[in-house]
T-cell receptor, first 109, second 116 residues
Framework: GIQVEQSPPDLILQEGANSTLRCNFSDSVNNLQWFHQNPWGQLINLFYIPSGTKQNGRLSATTVATERYSLLYISSSQTTDSGVYFCAPLNQAGTALIFGKGTTLSVSS | DVKVTQSSRYLVKRTGEKVFLECVQDMDHENMFWYRQDPGLGLRLIYFSYDVKMKEKGDIPEGYSVSREKKERFSLILESASTNQTSMYLC???????????????FGQGTRLTVV
């Protein structure tokens, strides 16, 4: 099955800094989602992005399916951005999401 | 807005008990999923269902079963709970497109199960 690697595993930032989270996947995918898991465990949808670039406020994402990676950009980070960020491409059968191990982000004021 | 609701946020059960985790979605989605999340391992797929009474094993189905009697409800069953099933359980739902692929998936708030 598809292998998903996220980097870095941990990231510590000062408020206001920018960051880039990377997701590599081992095979071609038909779709991909980015999630933010808040401290209470809720997975919040950030982007549904099979290819191209999307922006939502301070966050943007780019997926280059042909090169098997996706990037999540966070600009002007805030303490509320802290949590775990997951990349999840659709499996090859197109039936379920496969998750990476996540990037744990800590933003301090 | 899509709403996926799990019946409990926190649950404590004894070893050997039969445990039911319930999940309900309100958007008429065909697909429903159960994942478990453990520190350092990300989310792993236990079972999913693409229609009423249909189920497919995920990556780690051992020790679990599921039930889908109605489209909006998907239950995860631990037949005889064990301590290694202590985990965070997350339910999700999504639509199926005409080409058979899934649309965006939405998750419930999670159930933290502790088996003592």
């Amino acid at each position: 099955g598809i292998q998903v690697e996220q980097s870095p595993p941990d990231l510590i930032l000062q408020e206001g800094a920018n960051s880039t989270l990377r997701c590599n996947f081992s095979d071609s995918v038909n779709n991909l989602q980015w999630f933010h898991q808040n401290p209470w465990g809720q997975l919040i949808n950030l982007f549904y992005i099979p290819s191209g670039t999307k922006q939502n406020g301070r966050l943007s994402a780019t997926t280059v399916a042909t090169e098997r990676y996706s990037l999540l950009y966070i600009s002007s980070s805030q303490t509320t951005d802290s949590g775990v960020y997951f990349c999840a491409p659709l499996n090859q059968a197109g039936t379920a999401l496969i998750f990476g191990k996540g990037t744990t982000l800590s933003v301090s004021s | 807005d899509v709403k996926v609701t799990q019946s409990s946020r926190y649950l404590v059960k004894r070893t050997g008990e039969k445990v039911f985790l319930e999940c309900v979605q309100d958007m008429d989605h065909e697909n429903m999923f159960w994942y478990r999340q453990d520190p350092g391992l990300g989310l792993r797929l236990i079972y999913f269902s693409y229609d009423v009474k249909m189920k497919e094993k995920g990556d780690i189905p051992e020790g679990y079963s599921v039930s889908r009697e109605k489209k909006e409800r998907f239950s995860l069953i631990l037949e005889s709970a064990s301590t290694n099933q202590t985990s965070m359980y997350l339910c999700a739902s999504s639509l199926i497109l005409q080409d058979g692929l899934n649309t965006e998936a939405f998750f419930g708030q999670g159930t933290r199960l502790t088996v003592v």
